[in-house]
């Protein structure tokens, strides 16, 4: 059996490691958006594929969300003390990644094979796959500030300005991994709790992605980012109010468009279950410990086999 997740990083990342600890090994493909990739310091950075990685080797730093644990910053300074750009946080073991991922995609292997090579070195038996070889970047349109380039938005801009849109450029051109095409037998889809205008909206933006998702067969199940019309941690809730969407779980099912059979919703939300269009499991879905990580994961998981099983009555 195989479960596809779709995630972006720091929220996405805890549910799969939730997901890879419940499930028997290489069980899980993990689809990660790769929108927040940008090219930085000369170096190719991919921040989702980043906090999958990380999160699964267990070299995560859990506090801050982003990067890995133990982490120094001694490059930083230095590179401050000579005027460099440091509003882009790259700490040095971090730098090591990027290192060898640059200097493998420009020896010419694909954005795929390099992260199954990292992974394969970091002993992580899931297989992380990009959404797309080619680049997509995430282009926000803001109010007040034009467009800006997805991380100067989040991390420069601390996510302040006003959203008014999103471009995912380059996506009419991307094509999706041979790697995710030869997947087989998959039992379920878990769209992660991550936020879904900028980390799950670039994957179905590749073209045939959302077709392939469907044509699995499988049932598709998201675990709800919003707990009580707020999102754990980032701009989720902040960008469905400045994009005029209702911050609900209606409001989530109805952007993904037809996309979802079930969804996982919070205790919090749980008195709304009779607005949504899709089978619904309620549970505490903030994930701060292993034994939270696993129940969302069971949960999920539970969810797809009872959509399966009314399926088939
Ligand atoms: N997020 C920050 O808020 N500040 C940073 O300086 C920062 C550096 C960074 C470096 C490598 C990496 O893989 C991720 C990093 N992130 C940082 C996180 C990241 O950019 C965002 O959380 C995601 O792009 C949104 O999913």
Redesign the pocket.
């Given at each position: 059996m195989t479960v596809v997740a779709l995630s972006?990083?720091?929220g996405?990342a805890k549910l799969v490691s939730g997901l890879a600890d419940i499930l028997p090994p290489g069980e899980l493909v993990v689809v990660a958006?790769t929108g927040?990739d940008f090219e930085h310091l000369g170096l190719h950075?991919?921040?989702?594929?980043?906090?999958v990685f990380?999160a699964l080797a267990g070299w995560n730093d859990t506090e801050?969300?982003?990067?890995r644990a133990g982490e120094t910053w001694q490059c930083m300074s230095a590179l401050g003390q000579i005027g460099g750009e440091t509003?882009?946080?790259?700490?040095d073991q971090?730098l090591a990644?990027?290192l060898e991922r640059t200097r493998r995609l420009r020896a010419g292997e694909s954005l795929s094979a390099v992260t199954a090579a990292l992974c394969h070195a970091a002993g992580i038996a899931t297989r992380i796959i990009p959404m797309s070889e080619t680049p997509v970047p995430t282009v926000v349109h803001t109010k007040d500030q034009g467009d800006l380039a997805?991380?100067h938005y989040?991390?420069r801009e601390?996510c302040e300005p006003v959203v008014t849109g999103f471009t995912h450029r380059g996506a009419a051109q991307a094509e999706m991994p041979r790697a995710l095409a030869e997947v087989r037998d998959v039992e379920a889809v878990i769209v992660c709790p991550?936020?879904p205008f900028?980390?799950i909206a670039p994957i179905l933006a590749v073209p045939g992605m959302r077709d392939w998702l469907k044509g699995l067969g499988a049932p598709v199940v998201a675990v709800s980012p919003l707990i009580g019309g707020q999102a754990v941690k980032?701009p989720t809730a902040k960008m469905f109010a400045e994009l005029g969407l209702d911050v609900t779980n209606a409001g989530l099912v109805a952007h993904y468009g037809g996309l979802l059979d079930g969804l996982v919703i919070d205790h919090a939300d749980g008195q709304n279950v009779h607005d949504l269009s899709v089978a619904t499991a309620v549970t505490a879905t903030l994930m701060q410990t292993a034994e939270d990580r696993h129940r969302v994961a069971d949960i999920a998981l539970s969810l797809v086999e009872a959509i399966k099983e009314h399926v088939g009555s």
């Open positions: 972006g990083g720091v996405g958006n927040d950075i991919a921040p989702d594929i980043d906090s990380y801050r969300g982003w990067g509003w882009f946080n790259l700490g971090d990644l990027h997805f991380q989040f991390v601390r991550s936020n900028i980390s980032g």
